[in-house]
């Protein structure tokens, strides 16, 4: 079992940047490609990034690219989402997933219970 938690979430601006983190613990954190969705209210959960084991590779959604960075830090279990530019259509419930074998539908193994971000107009 991997166990995850997210933080950071919040209420900011249009424009403006907040930084996710996740932290992972009950098994080797390396040995697994990390991601990150999110649900809006009355919308599907939708995939934002992910991240392969190493950091080497990153994947986005076409919403986020070029606004939204995930990354990792092995030493310290935990993945972050930085969000720039954000805009009040990012509003969601941001998830923090993980799993032993990425694919190409993302799909994960492991859920965090979730973090809100509100992004006001």
């Known amino acids: 079992q991997v166990q995850l938690v997210e933080s950071g979430g919040g209420l900011v601006q249009a424009g403006g940047s907040l930084r996710l983190s996740c932290a992972a613990s009950g098994r080797t954190f390396s040995n697994y490609a990390m991601g990150w969705f999110r649900q809006a209210p009355g919308k599907d959960r939708e995939f934002v990034a992910a991240?392969?084991?190493?950091?080497?590779?990153?994947y986005y959604a076409n919403s986020v690219k070029g606004r939204f960075t995930i990354s990792r830090d092995n030493a310290k279990n935990t993945v972050y989402l930085q969000m720039n530019s954000l805009k009040p259509e990012d509003t969601a419930v941001y998830y923090c997933a993980a799993t032993s074998r990425l694919g190409p539908d993302f799909g994960m193994d492991y859920w965090g219970k979730g973090t809100l971000v509100t992004v006001s107009s």
């Open positions: 991240i392969s084991w190493s950091g080497g590779s990153t």
